[in-house]
């Protein structure tokens, strides 16, 4: 199965997007209801950092696949699909919202590895349609294997240089 094909799924059976999209934010309400100012201690800060994670990856993947379909793939804004580029956003927008509103983003568990991710992602595409932009072609006859190995040093490079910046 595509990545096209999963989406084209999705878009035809939407009931289990759409419970799961509703059931982050509304269970992030809950936690504010039954936990209002213990969003700190440890069985709720815990429960934040599952729903950040469960909200945030399919958000931020939505993010990439919005920058990567209108910036390379020219993808007009009517075509977009609601749910699988529109809903994560707004799941992971409210949900963050509802949970900062108990507990800071700080006092949550892996919080600051989600921005370190978004970041990286952001300079990536950044750097890609730079390239992209000004017509900057690299003819190799590198293996793919040693493409990735590149690659990911380069993630660790990034995020290294990341970490200097900001420590």
């Given amino acids: 199965m595509t990545l096209g094909q999963f989406f084209e799924a999705v878009s035809q059976q939407p009931s289990i997007v759409l419970f799961y999209f509703f059931a ?3 269970t992030a309400f809950l936690a504010i209801v039954f936990g209002s100012g213990e969003g700190h201690v440890s069985p709720w800060k815990y429960l934040y950092t ?3 994670y469960f ?3 399919p958000g931020i993947f939505a993010l990439t696949l919005n920058a990567y379909m209108f910036l390379f793939e020219r993808q007009p804004v009517l075509e977009t699909n609601l749910y699988t580029q529109i809903l994560p ?3 992971m927008l409210v949900t963050l919202w509802l949970i900062k509103k108990n507990v800071s983003l700080n006092d949550v ?3 600051d590895k989600i921005g370190s991710l978004f970041f990286i992602i952001t300079v990536l595409i950044s750097m890609m349609w730079i390239l992209e932009k ?3 072609f690299v003819f190799t006859y590198m293996p793919f294997y040693q493409f990735i190995l590149f ?3 380069f993630l660790v490079l990034i995020r290294f ?3 200097k910046m900001m420590g």
């Fill in 24 to 26: 982050l934010p509304f």
């Fill in 50 to 52: 599952v729903l950040v």
């Fill in 55 to 57: 909200a945030c990856i």
């Fill in 89 to 91: 956003i707004l799941c």
């Fill in 109 to 111: 568990p892996g919080f």
């Fill in 134 to 136: 000004t017509h900057i």
């Fill in 151 to 153: 690659f990911i040093g």
């Fill in 161 to 163: 240089a990341w970490s």
